[in-house]
């Protein structure tokens, strides 16, 4: 049994639908700096700073599509 604990697991929700959102953006959002990885995958600086944005607008109540614009336009 593995003892280790996701980094999105520790991550504080109001709701489960948040949480979904999170990892759904974070599994479909690309790393800009990685070839084809996701950044839910990767460790690169660029890829950590967007999982915690989308963290953030999750939590500030942003929908899928805000979520999108707002990381399309950065």
Same mark, same amino acid.
């Given at each position: 049994?593995? @003892? ?7 991550? !504080?929700?109001?709701?489960?639908? $948040? /949480? ?9 959002? /690309?790393?800009? !700096?990685? !070839? =084809? $990885? %996701? +950044?839910?995958?990767? %460790? ?6 967007? *999982?915690? #944005? @989308? &963290? $953030?607008?999750? *939590?500030?109540? #942003?929908? *899928?599509?805000? +979520?999108?614009? &707002?990381?399309? =336009? *950065?």
């Amino acid at each position: 049994v593995s @003892t280790a604990v996701s980094a999105q697991d520790m991550l !504080q929700f109001d709701h489960d639908s $948040q /949480r979904e959102l999170y990892s759904e953006l974070a599994a479909e959002l /690309r790393c800009p !700096q990685c !070839q =084809n $990885q %996701n +950044i839910a995958d990767s %460790n690169a600086i660029v890829a950590v700073d967007m *999982r915690q #944005k @989308t &963290y $953030q607008l999750v *939590r500030d109540g #942003k929908n *899928r599509e805000e +979520i999108l614009d &707002y990381m399309i =336009n *950065r």
